[in-house]
């Protein structure tokens, strides 16, 4: 394949910038065969200083994680909030209440196990000692179709590719919804490593076929839950030279992991119930007992964009449907983000959009389409959040440097990263030579290897911070 970079500015000063790139993608072996789409522009001026491929369709991998986080910002707001209610519908006499207790999701990505713990103490302090009623979750917020039309069977009990609910809870802070963390520590030689989850659960089974022994590597140790299930089986060996191995994977239904979680929570307050857990929605003369809020949007997109949360995304994608068309679906969040793109600038004729995480292989973007987002959206007032959740190129702290805090020390990138299957990408913002600022997209597909993707990556940034 012969390659051919242009630069559409008529300055001539680009011209090295130019030759330099083309002598580096025709001659790096690991992108012969492969699809490089690229666009650099200069921030204030929005000339085009490189082009290549730019307006060919490619997938984004977690790039498309962009184009999520600018309707979210354009469509919900920076100060953007979600809540979960408790609600009753009967009344409370002699320590007991008479009534179905409801916990209604609305979506709320950064739910807790702490959270759960809480309203179980309310309702302790509240003079509830026992339920005499049903304990029902309520997530009709969204619908029920639980992963997006592209998810791979081998993706879908990790928690990158968890289940959405809009009632769902997180292991930690990262808020990887809908999953459970699996922590196996090595013991004797030729006996079952040590097994904990987080949170301790009787949600999930643990099935434990794996032995200690005393050589090997971490891929020696396989971790994964059975698909239509919440067994979890661990199998392979377990090096004692090795640390503590942590997995997450993604539990099968949220709603009711979310239920039951709640169910241990009230029975440590000491709590007790008469009738069973389930799905319903609530009645609207159900009366609110306590509620608990998310922090902003504008805290939400630092792990969703630092740390390439999955399950944000698509939350987002689901909020930003319930909030413009009161439907909570991929299908009607989906047409909202791609409405409030063309106010953006972005020709969504040339889009294939199927999720708003990017693990699709189906999603299509053209790197020009990005790189004219990401122009249009430095005069809007949200744009100084929108640049703080990029992941910032050789910070060590991880909500600052995140998927980029050990690449590219050397230079001045904030930048999104993105990675699927023989596919990796990287696009935002960079200060070049002389302090320009320069926007960029670069989008690799049909790699041999995505490993190889970000060290190709990082030397077509060099290049164009040293001659740009």
Not at 32 to 55: P, R, Y
Not at 147 to 173: C, K, R
Not at 220 to 235: A, M, P, S, V
Request: include cysteine; charged fraction near 25%; hydrophobic fraction near 40%.
């Amino acid at each position: 394949m012969v390659y051919h970079s242009k630069a559409t500015t008529t300055d001539k000063a680009y011209l090295k910038l130019n030759n330099k790139i083309t002598e580096y993608i025709t001659t790096e072996d690991k992108l012969q065969g492969a699809l490089v789409g690229m666009e650099v522009k200069e921030a204030t001026t929005g000339n085009t200083i490189l082009e290549h491929m730019s307006h060919t369709r490619l997938r984004p991998a977690s790039n498309m994680k962009i184009f999520t986080s600018i309707a979210a910002l354009s469509v919900l707001g920076e100060d953007y909030t979600f809540s979960t209610d408790l609600l009753i519908d009967g009344s409370v006499k002699d320590g007991q209440l008479h009534s179905t207790l409801y916990l209604k999701g609305k979506g709320d990505p950064t739910l807790l196990t702490s959270d759960l713990k809480i309203f179980a103490k309310q309702i302790k302090e509240g003079g509830i000692n026992v339920i005499k009623g049903d304990i029902v979750g309520d997530d009709t917020w969204y619908d029920d179709i639980r992963l997006s039309n592209d998810m791979i069977w081998s993706d879908e009990h990790f928690y990158y590719g968890s289940q959405v609910s809009a009632l769902t809870v997180s292991p930690n802070a990262d808020f990887d919804t809908g999953s459970i963390i699996v922590e196996v520590t090595s013991t004797e030689i030729d006996e079952k490593p040590a097994v904990k989850i987080l949170p301790n659960t009787s949600y999930v089974d643990i099935e434990n076929r794996a032995e200690t022994s005393l050589a090997g590597s971490e891929d020696d140790l396989i971790i994964y839950r059975e698909h239509g299930t919440n067994k979890i089986i661990i199998e392979g060996f377990m090096p004692v030279s090795l640390p503590p191995v942590r997995e997450w994977i993604a539990v099968w239904e949220p709603t009711y992991y979310v239920l039951a979680l709640f169910k241990e929570a009230l029975q440590q307050e000491g709590v007790s119930w008469t009738g069973k857990l389930r799905r319903a929605a609530a009645p609207e003369s159900a009366q609110l007992l306590y509620s608990h809020s998310s922090e902003p949007l504008s805290k939400i997109i630092i792990p969703f964009m630092k740390l390439s949360n999955n399950g944000l995304g698509e939350m987002l994608v689901k909020e930003m449907g319930k909030f413009m068309c009161n439907e909570g679906s991929w299908e009607y969040g989906l047409d909202v983000l791609l409405n409030q793109l063309k106010t953006c600038g972005v020709n969504t004729d040339t889009l294939i959009i199927r999720d708003g995480s990017g693990i699709s292989h189906a999603t299509l973007i053209p790197a020009h389409e990005i790189i004219e987002a990401l122009c249009h959206i430095q005069n809007e007032p949200w744009f100084p959040v929108f640049l703080n959740s990029l992941p910032e190129a050789g910070n060590n702290e991880r909500m600052v440097g995140g998927t980029l805090s050990e690449r590219l020390e050397e230079y001045e990138v904030k930048a999104k990263t993105g990675t699927i299957y023989s596919v990796s990408t990287l696009s935002g913002y960079l200060i070049g030579r002389e302090n320009k600022k320069l926007i960029f997209s670069l989008l690799l597909n049909n790699l041999l290897d995505e490993e190889d993707g970000p060290g190709i990556l990082d030397h077509i940034i060099k290049i164009i911070a040293e001659h740009a």
